[in-house]
């Protein structure tokens, strides 16, 4: 039997995570190392999802060069890979989270996608994706896969009736809403880009919100940092307040951890104040911890008791 979720990572990297008190522009920075991860969105919502309980297929490219740490890891977790391979090696990002919990990140450019490659990437993708029941498309695009293309193909997705979860950025999140993804989770900054203007309280951002929706999404979950989430669907509006963590390790993975999280709710039909308050306790986790999983899932139970839903309306 066919796993129920898949992720599809079109960019996929290995994280170089490191920690520093400041980053000092122009100077020689001495970085704690905090480890070099297989990694890209999608596999992190994987790692996660898998942890849970949850069967997970992996697809999207992985450069053939340097492929050893991902065919490990998915032995290691039992994911089933889909990955298609190119020429060439999969890039590096350097993830530098500072005391004050602020990242920088330094994502490196890494394969380059030919035409024959993505054409044959849309026809095994578009055959194995009906399978499941849910299937997230998350991180940026590789060089190669124009806006227009992923866009082309989030379509074929969704006219395939396959419920599309999308968490990308910039162009690649622009292209992808007008495909009408079943549930998409850009943060403030993004809603603010996508709608055109400065978003400045509560209000103005579920306004903003609201108008995303009508595009036809199902879902729309809005990331605000400090200030928690938002969930608008078609039963009702929700505000998701975690609890303040104490010791933050790197925040690398907390928005993957939340839609993995998210994706466990759904395909376990939890009620929407449930399913909210389990994502945002799997995010909040996530940033105690300098890799993306939940070891113990029993360290979620505290976390979870003090996220604070708020019903804003339904």
């Known amino acids: 039997m066919m796993a129920n979720v898949a992720t599809i990572t079109l960019n996929a990297a290995y994280d170089l995570v490191g920690r520093l008190k400041r980053i000092e522009l122009g100077e020689v ?17 994987a790692k996660v999802l898998k942890d849970l309980g949850i069967d997970v297929t992996v697809g999207g490219f992985l450069g053939e060069d340097n492929q050893g740490d991902f065919v490990a890891l998915f032995d290691k977790l039992g994911l089933q890979d889909k990955f298609q391979r190119v020429p060439g ?42 399978f499941f029941d849910i299937v997230a498309v998350c991180g940026s695009l590789p060089r190669g896969v124009t806006p227009d293309l992923f866009a082309d193909w989030l379509k074929q997705l969704h006219q395939a009736g396959v419920k599309v979860v999308l968490d990308s950025s910039h162009a690649a999140l622009t292209a992808g809403l007008s495909a009408r993804p079943w549930l998409v989770k850009p943060n403030h900054r993004e809603l603010e880009a996508w709608v055109g203007y400065t978003l400045n309280s509560l209000e103005e951002i579920v306004s903003a919100a609201k108008k995303l929706k009508a595009q036809g999404i199902a879902h729309v979950i809005i990331s605000m940092g400090a200030n928690g989430s938002l969930w608008l669907s078609d039963e009702a509006i929700m505000q998701a307040q975690p609890p303040r963590c104490e010791h933050v390790v790197s925040t690398v993975g907390a928005g993957d951890s939340m839609v993995a999280g998210l994706i466990y709710g759904l395909i376990n039909d939890l009620p929407q104040k449930d399913t909210l308050a389990f994502a945002s306790a799997v995010s909040a986790f996530a940033v105690s911890q300098s890799n993306v999983g939940i070891s113990d899932r029993t360290l979620l139970e505290p976390i979870l008791n003090n996220v604070n839903i708020t019903v804003i309306e339904g």
Do not use: H, M
């Not at 920075?29 to 919502?45: M, S």
């Open 29 to 45: 920075n001495t970085v704690e190392t905090l480890g070099l991860f297989p990694a890209g969105k999608g596999i992190n919502v």
């Open 89 to 130: 090696k999969t890039r590096i990002n350097v993830k530098i989270t500072e005391t004050d919990a602020d990242v920088t990140d330094l994502n490196f450019l890494g394969y380059e996608i030919s035409e024959s490659a993505w054409q044959q990437f849309v026809a095994d993708s578009l055959a194995y994706c009906k």
